[in-house]
């Protein structure tokens, strides 16, 4: 991971859970030098401690990045300790669903170079995607900054507002959960049809992964891919009268379960 910024005064990693640990594990394998990277984390794993990273020792003066991968419930213990690191030239990037720029700068300084990023939990086997955005403090160099460390661990997007975060976590930042149950509720279907539970999870986790990666590697959208597979009076029509119902079916379902997990990431970002 080529940035010279980085090599010279580091990067500090606030919290190393299943996030934080994806990340670096992307950024040592893409050529970070583990020398460079400060890690604070209460409870370090022995994965962790085996990385040669700086762990749990005085960080250095004037980090080029601190990333923040904390629980949003431990923000307010965290935070006051790199008031510090404030108002300078040290960019703030934060992965903690919930907290808004604005907490940051209230604890930070309003002059702190501020990016916040709403990754998701295949960042875990580097298929994540990630939204980012940024305060005016931060800039286009701020963005470049954190889209390079957030790319280790899969796509990055940037947004125009900060208030498009709310509706990336209903899509993006949940969505993984979304699926997860939709695998769970294909292979129920397929037990009540009749198939061993075993073999029905082994088809509902291998469709929906196969179906994810055609639709991320075919030239032709999601629509046409359904078409596709769709014979007029055929199985997948039947299916689909019942999916596509707009009353009763995905598009009403999706759009309510989509517009709570907005709805609650705003509430968390007031508090």
């Given at each position: 991971?080529?940035?010279?910024?980085?090599?010279?005064?580091?990067?500090?990693?606030?919290g190393c859970g299943k996030m934080g640990s994806a990340m670096l594990?992307?950024?040592?394998?893409?050529?970070?030098?583990?020398?460079?990277?400060?890690?604070?984390?209460?409870?370090?794993?022995?994965?962790?401690?085996?990385?040669?990273?700086?762990?749990?020792?005085?960080?250095?003066?004037?980090?080029?990045?601190?990333?923040?991968?904390?629980?949003?419930?431990?923000?307010?213990?965290?935070?006051?300790?790199?008031?510090?690191?404030?108002?300078?030239?040290?960019?703030?990037?934060?992965?903690?669903?919930?907290?808004?720029?604005?907490?940051?700068?209230?604890?930070?300084?309003?002059?702190?170079?501020?990016?916040?990023?709403?990754?998701?939990?295949?960042?875990?086997?580097?298929?994540?995607?990630?939204?980012?955005?940024?305060?005016?403090?931060?800039?286009?160099?701020?963005?470049?900054?954190?889209?390079?460390?957030?790319?280790?661990?899969?796509?990055?997007?940037?947004?125009?507002?900060?208030?498009?975060i709310d509706a990336v976590t209903g899509v993006s930042g949940s969505?993984?959960?979304?699926?997860?149950?939709?695998?769970?509720?294909?292979?129920?279907?397929?037990?009540?049809?009749?198939?061993?539970?075993?073999?029905?999870?082994?088809?509902?986790?291998?469709?929906?992964?196969?179906?994810?990666?055609?639709?991320m590697q075919a030239d032709e959208t999601p629509s046409q891919l359904?078409?596709?597979?769709?014979?007029?009076?055929?199985?997948?029509?039947?299916?689909?009268?019942?999916?596509?119902?707009?009353?009763?079916?995905?598009?009403?379902?999706?759009?309510?379960?989509?517009?709570?997990?907005?709805?609650?990431?705003?509430?968390?970002?007031?508090?």
């Open positions: 991971m080529k940035n010279s910024r980085i090599a010279k005064q580091g990067l500090m990693l606030l594990e992307g950024w040592l394998e893409r050529g970070l030098p583990a020398g460079s990277v400060w890690v604070r984390d209460p409870n370090p794993s022995d994965w962790l401690k085996k990385q040669g990273v700086n762990l749990n020792g005085e960080m250095p003066e004037a980090p080029a990045i601190v990333l923040v991968a904390v629980k949003p419930q431990m923000m307010g213990d965290a935070l006051p300790d790199l008031a510090a690191l404030g108002n300078g030239k040290t960019l703030f990037v934060s992965v903690a669903a919930g907290t808004t720029i604005a907490t940051f700068e209230n604890v930070l300084g309003d002059r702190t170079p501020i990016v916040r990023a709403m990754p998701n939990t295949p960042a875990a086997i580097g298929q994540g995607i990630s939204a980012i955005v940024a305060n005016e403090h931060a800039g286009t160099q701020g963005l470049d900054e954190a889209e390079l460390l957030l790319c280790a661990v899969g796509q990055v997007v940037r947004l125009t507002d900060e208030s498009q969505g993984p959960a979304y699926v997860f149950h939709m695998i769970e509720t294909m292979a129920a279907a397929g037990e009540a049809q009749g198939l061993p539970a075993d073999l029905a999870m082994q088809l509902a986790k291998a469709t929906v992964a196969g179906a994810g990666a055609l639709a359904r078409v596709n597979v769709t014979s007029p009076n055929g199985t997948t029509q039947a299916a689909l009268e019942v999916l596509m119902d707009e009353a009763n079916g995905f598009p009403a379902l999706l759009r309510r379960a989509v517009a709570a997990a907005a709805d609650r990431s705003r509430e968390l970002a007031r508090g």
